[in-house]
């Protein structure tokens, strides 16, 4: 069950990356007979430094990379991702991912999603969702008034 909630969460991290994308928009193109934009000479090249037990790199558009021996992070325009042995988390605008060993939990706003091994809940707004020892619980808040034809 463990292998399962972690092959879930990656796909769920991964849905969320290619979803919401990485980085700005593709340039627009210049129109044949205009001439071709002039981009800005002050973008910093990359920068490398190599310490003992880690290295941290720098490239343009504010994209961090840092390694060492306890973990490593990463910082991307808006996204930050970081490491350290089995526990990591992913922050981006409105969703925060979380994972301690086979303990993991995403936080979307309205929507919350927590595992703790086996165990598992999901929160929509009023609506919950349990699992608990392979029993399902759903529990729909009441509406007030019902209408229908």
């Known amino acids: 069950m463990k292998i399962i909630n972690r092959i879930l969460f990656v796909s769920l991290l991964a849905g969320i990356i290619m979803s919401t994308g990485c980085g700005d928009t593709a340039a627009p193109q210049a129109q044949p007979n205009q001439p071709a934009a002039v981009e800005s ?4 090249p990359a920068e490398v430094k190599t310490e003992t037990g880690g ?5 343009p558009g504010g994209i961090q990379i840092n390694t060492g021996e306890g973990g490593t992070k990463v910082n991307l325009p808006g ?15 409105g969703i925060t991912v979380t994972s301690d060993g086979a303990n993991s939990n995403v936080d979307m706003g309205g929507v919350k999603v927590n595992t703790d091994g086996t165990n598992s809940n999901v929160t929509v707004g009023d609506m919950k969702i349990d699992v608990k020892d392979g029993e399902s619980n759903i529990q729909v808040p009441a509406t007030a008034t019902a209408t229908g034809n």
């Open 41 to 44: 000479a002050d973008v910093k």
């Open 55 to 59: 290295s941290n790199v720098s490239l």
């Open 79 to 93: 996204i930050e991702v970081k490491t350290e042995g089995d526990k990591s988390t992913v922050n981006m605008p």
